[in-house]
């Protein structure tokens, strides 16, 4: 089975900063999708960003960023200018064409004012 | 929007009560899971179904079993719940057939059995 590993249980940046959540993953498939979901205190998971495995551009939305490295296959997300309300946990997601979707333990993001 | 409902927020069962977990979404989606969050562990799958009637077990399917009689409709059963078996249970479903396609979630259901 894929698995997807969170090795930062904790992470916290300053107000304003930037910060960089790491994943790794494990697959032999060639087809396959990456996600980053957000899962603020006590409120439902929403997606952040998603990454297709052919594609080599980076996913980029608006303040977040991906840095997917397919061979090392790590997937890293970047938050720029971080709010108060980027605190929340963070979960790296792979999901490939058997339609099931691993999730990492999670990176819990705490910014300070 | 698309609406995944999970029947209860917060339940407290006893040990070797049967106990059913319901989640409800409105969008037509094929695929439906069932996970299991807990601290330090994150989202363990327990079941996902791919169609109606059609389920695969996930990582950690022991002592719970599923129901998809209808597309709307997964079912996470607890035959006989213990107290290893306390904790978030998060509900999800997307589009099948595609890899593309995210995740919706409810609201998560927190049991615990006592």
């Known amino acids: 089975a894929q698995t997807v590993t969170q090795s930062q249980p904790e992470m916290s940046v300053q107000e304003a900063e930037t910060v960089t959540l790491s994943c790794t993953y494990d697959t032999s498939e060639s087809d396959y999708y990456l996600f980053w979901y957000k899962q603020p205190p006590s409120r439902q998971m929403i997606l952040v960003i998603r990454?297709?495995?052919?594609?080599?551009q980076n996913a980029t939305e608006n303040r977040f960023s991906v840095n997917f490295q397919k061979a090392a296959k790590s997937f890293s997300l970047k938050i720029s200018d971080s709010q108060l309300g980027d605190a929340a946990m963070y979960f790296c997601a792979y999901t490939s064409l058997n339609n099931d979707m691993r999730f990492g333990a999670g990176t819990r993001l705490t910014v300070k004012p | 929007d698309v609406k995944v409902t999970q029947s209860s927020r917060y339940l407290v069962k006893r040990t070797g009560e049967k106990v059913f977990l319901e989640c409800v979404q409105d969008m037509d989606h094929e695929n439906m899971f069932w996970y299991r969050q807990d601290p330090g562990l994150g989202l363990r799958l327990i079941y996902f179904s791919y169609d109606v009637k059609m389920k695969e077990k996930g990582d950690i399917p022991e002592g719970y079993s599923v129901s998809r009689e209808k597309k709307e409709r997964f079912s996470l059963i607890l035959e006989s719940a213990s107290t290893n078996q306390t904790s978030m249970y998060l509900c999800?479903?997307?589009?099948?057939?595609?890899?593309?396609?995210?995740?919706?979630f409810g609201q998560g259901t927190r049991l615990t059995v006592v």
């Open positions: 999800a479903s997307r589009i099948g057939g595609q890899t593309n396609t995210e995740a919706f």
């Open positions: 990454q297709e495995a052919y594609k080599q």
